[in-house]
């Protein structure tokens, strides 16, 4: 299996602009979350999945933040207006929700830079 | 509060030190609690699931305390490669089970 892919791997954008980052989860695994890690924050759970459906979006910062997960093997998370406070690596993970004690599988992260 | 804690550090240990990180957490209902390791510029991977009777992968040895809302990671004899970011995971509680992480804890191990 290759893994959750994230895709791009960096994004630089300008202010305004809008930003939509991409997931495709382990095959199989039908819980992913959306997390954004700083410096000062560290990682934050934006929002996740169970079975396609948003479960918890209670971390998404504001309106200008949405995500979607249209099928079992695709995600969007997107940034409409972009801001430079939202310069961020973004992750996606998957996990099988079979109890608690399985394992969530990041993605490698997109490098989000608003300028 | 944040509902899970840790020292953000960091931890400067010689090579053989022996060194334990902490994490607390603030709900009472969570279910199930891990440990990850997150290298430089990498994403984090899952270092040890941290069971209630405690339990041990070679140098390492993770610790739960319920009674307290507390996890611990102890790591014996420091390695070079042992340097990254660790952190504390706890998954569930409420009616909408969430995999949180802590902030993590800085670990340099020296020459």
């Known amino acids: 299996d290759a893994g959750v892919i994230q895709s791009p791997r960096h994004e630089v954008t300008e202010m305004g602009q809008e930003v939509t980052l991409r997931c495709k989860p382990i095959?199989?695994?039908?819980?992913l979350f959306w997390y954004r890690q700083t410096m000062m924050r560290g990682l934050e759970l934006l929002i996740y999945?169970?079975?396609?459906?948003?479960?918890?979006d209670s971390g998404m910062p504001e309106d200008r933040f949405s995500a979607k997960m249209p099928n079992a093997s695709f995600s969007t998370l997107k940034i409409q207006p972009s801001e430079p406070r939202d310069s961020a690596v973004y992750f996606c993970?998957?996990?099988?929700?079979?109890?608690?004690?399985?394992?969530?599988?990041f993605g490698q992260g997109t490098r989000l830079t608003v300028v | 509060r944040k509902e899970v804690e840790q020292d953000p550090g960091p931890f400067n240990v010689p090579e053989g030190a022996t060194v334990a990180f902490n994490c607390t957490y603030s709900?009472?209902?969570?279910?199930?609690f891990f440990w990850y390791r997150q290298d430089c510029r990498k994403e984090p991977k899952l270092l040890m699931s941290?069971?209630?009777s405690g339990n041990e992968d070679g140098r390492f040895t993770a610790q739960l305390n319920r009674a307290s809302q507390y996890i611990s990671l102890l790591i014996r004899d420091s390695k070079l490669s042992d340097s990254a970011t660790y952190l504390c995971?706890?998954?569930?509680?409420?009616?909408?089970?969430?995999?949180?992480f802590g902030t993590g804890t800085l670990l340099a191990v020296q020459p």
């Open positions: 709900n009472s209902a969570s279910q199930s």
């Open positions: 999945f169970n079975n396609n459906v948003p479960i918890d």
């Open positions: 993970a998957s996990r099988l929700p079979r109890g608690g004690y399985t394992e969530a599988f």
């Open positions: 941290v069971y209630s």
């Open positions: 995971v706890v998954y569930g509680g409420g009616a909408t089970n969430k995999l949180i």
């Open positions: 095959s199989g695994h039908n819980s």
